[in-house]
């Protein structure tokens, strides 16, 4: 078994999702705020330092949602998918606007069933025929805060921290480190926020 502090591989996100362009040699600081209303299938959007528009999230069909990330002039990058039947806490995703098992790219599920902290492990498409393979990422959600790291290291690839202002929507603060897909990060903190958005319409509901 792989140890804390230790992984397996690490397979470069970059050559599995998007595009080049979505890895640069730099840190990448982005903004995500909700925009989704009862009559828009417009859910997110993400800018820039500039704030200029660098991913939009869709929401697409009617019995069996799924959500779309589009970069800034709408080409389909990622389709997100929910497993049914498992309260939305296990996500496929998919590359560009595919739901094909031939394009699925990477899995996220929660670390364990019971679990008091919120952390999910992140699979690989070349890494889940192995139930007890150790995960290629991990979130570890903390109240106001999100980090993603290496498999089971404490190598961070990116944190997130939410700023929430009185009477106006939350914006998540979203840091890439360099080398690093921002358009993967970026379809993972989204995850994070629909599986909290369905927790809460669960509680309500």
């Known amino acids: 078994m792989t140890e804390y502090g230790q992984t397996s591989r690490h397979v470069a996100p970059a050559e599995q999702v998007a595009a080049p362009q979505f890895t640069v040699p730099y840190a990448v600081n982005l903004k995500l705020t909700s925009t989704g209303g009862l009559f828009s299938n417009d859910l997110y959007k993400v800018n820039d330092t500039n704030g200029d528009v660098v991913f939009k999230v869709i929401k697409g069909g009617i019995f069996f949602i799924h959500l779309r990330l589009v970069d800034a002039t709408g080409n389909p990058l990622l389709t997100m998918k929910p497993e049914a039947f498992i309260c939305h806490e296990t996500w496929r995703v998919f590359r560009g606007d595919s739901s094909s098992p031939n394009d699925l790219l ?5 670390h364990k069933i019971f679990q008091w902290k919120d952390n999910f492990d992140v699979f690989l498409a070349t890494n889940t025929t192995d139930q007890a393979a150790p995960c290629d990422f991990k979130i570890l959600a903390r109240c106001q805060k999100c980090t993603i790291c290496i498999g089971e290291t404490d190598e961070i690839i990116a944190q997130m921290h939410r700023e929430t202002a009185f009477f106006a929507r939350d914006k998540l603060e979203i840091t890439v480190n360099p080398n690093e897909d921002f358009a993967f990060v970026v379809s993972l903190i989204v995850i994070l926020e629909e599986i909290k958005v369905s ?5 309500h509901g």
């Open 106 to 110: 990477f899995i996220v599920r929660k």
């Open 199 to 203: 927790r809460r319409r669960r509680r």
